[in-house]
T-cell receptor, first 113, second 111 residues
Framework: DAGVTQSPTHLIKTRGQQVTLRCSPK?????VSWYQQALGQGPQFIFQ???????QRGNFPDRFSGHQFPNYSSELNVNALLLGDSALYLC????????????FGPGTRLTVL | SQQGEEDPQALSIQEGENATMNCSYK?????LQWYRQNSGRGLVHLIL?????REKHSGRLRVTLDTSKKSSSLLITASRAADTASYFC???????????FGSGTRLQVQP
C-alpha cells in the first residue's frame, strides 16, 4: 500500500519564477491538504482539496493556487516566487473515517534564490 | 482557527528515561492529534484522542487530555535514540478540516 508521494524532492528556483509541486495521496484517500513549513517552525496550512474543489484555505496569498485531479492527486502552484517562499512543502492526505487524521508525504524542499 | 502551543520548546534526555511534552490550546475541540517529525522529513501521525476521552495508550506512548484545562500531554516511556525528533500537537476544532500546528517540542535522546 503506497503512502503519500511527492515530487520533486528538491527544487531550486529564482525570484519571480513559477513552480509546480505534485502529490499523490495514500491509496483510498480522497482529500489532499498542503502545508508550508519554514525552517524551525511548525507546518502552516495552505489549502485543502476535496472532490476537485478547494474546500478550505489558510492565510496565504493568491500566488498560491492548487488543483486536484479526478484520481485525487494534486498540484500546488506558486507564482512570482519570493525569497520567503523557501520552505519545505508538505502534502497530506486523508479519507474515511472522517476524523481528520492525516498522512503526510516526505515533502518538497523549495529553495528560492 | 486555533493552534496548539507545545512546551517545552526543547528537551534533552538520556536513553531509557521518560519524556513528557505538553500542549495547550484555547477553544473547544473535537479531537487532538500528536505528530512526530524527523529532521526535514514528513510528519508521522502518532495518536488521536477525542474530546470525550481522558487517556489513550499506543505502545510506549501515553496521551492525556484535560478539556477543562485545555491541555494535553504526551509521555514517551523508556525513550530510545530513535525517538529523537520534533513533536507537534494539533487540536482540531469542531467543523474544521485542517490541522494547525505550533512550533513543536524538539526532543533529543542521548544514547
Amino acid at each position: 500500500d503506497a503512502g503519500v508521494t511527492q515530487s520533486p524532492t528538491h527544487l531550486i528556483k529564482t525570484r519571480g519564477q513559477q513552480v509546480t509541486l505534485r502529490c499523490s495521496p495514500k491509496s483510498g484517500h480522497d482529500t489532499v491538504s498542503w502545508y508550508q513549513q519554514a525552517l524551525g517552525q511548525g507546518p502552516q496550512f495552505i489549502f485543502q482539496y476535496y472532490e476537485e474543489e478547494e474546500r478550505q484555505r489558510g492565510n496565504f496569498p493568491d500566488r498560491f493556487s492548487g488543483h486536484q485531479f479526478p484520481n485525487y492527486s494534486s498540484e500546488l502552484n506558486v507564482n512570482a516566487l519570493l525569497l520567503g517562499d523557501s520552505a519545505l512543502y508538505l502534502c497530506a492526505s486523508s479519507g474515511l473515517p472522517r476524523n481528520n487524521e492525516q498522512f503526510f508525504g516526505p515533502g518538497t524542499r523549495l529553495t528560492v534564490l | 482557527s486555533q493552534q496548539g502551543e507545545e512546551d517545552p520548546q526543547a528537551l534533552s534526555i538520556q536513553e531509557g528515561e521518560n519524556a513528557t511534552m505538553n500542549c495547550s490550546y484555547k477553544t473547544s475541540i473535537n479531537n487532538l492529534q500528536w505528530y512526530r517529525q524527523n529532521s526535514g522529513r514528513g510528519l508521522v501521525h502518532l495518536i488521536l484522542i477525542r474530546s470525550n476521552e481522558r487517556e489513550k495508550h499506543s505502545g510506549r506512548l501515553r496521551v492525556t487530555l484535560d478539556t477543562s484545562k485545555k491541555s494535553s500531554s504526551l509521555l514517551i516511556t523508556a525513550s530510545r535514540a530513535a525517538d529523537t525528533a520534533s513533536y507537534f500537537c494539533a487540536p482540531m476544532d469542531t467543523g474544521r478540516r485542517a490541522l494547525t500546528f505550533g512550533s513543536g517540542t524538539r526532543l533529543q535522546v542521548q544514547p
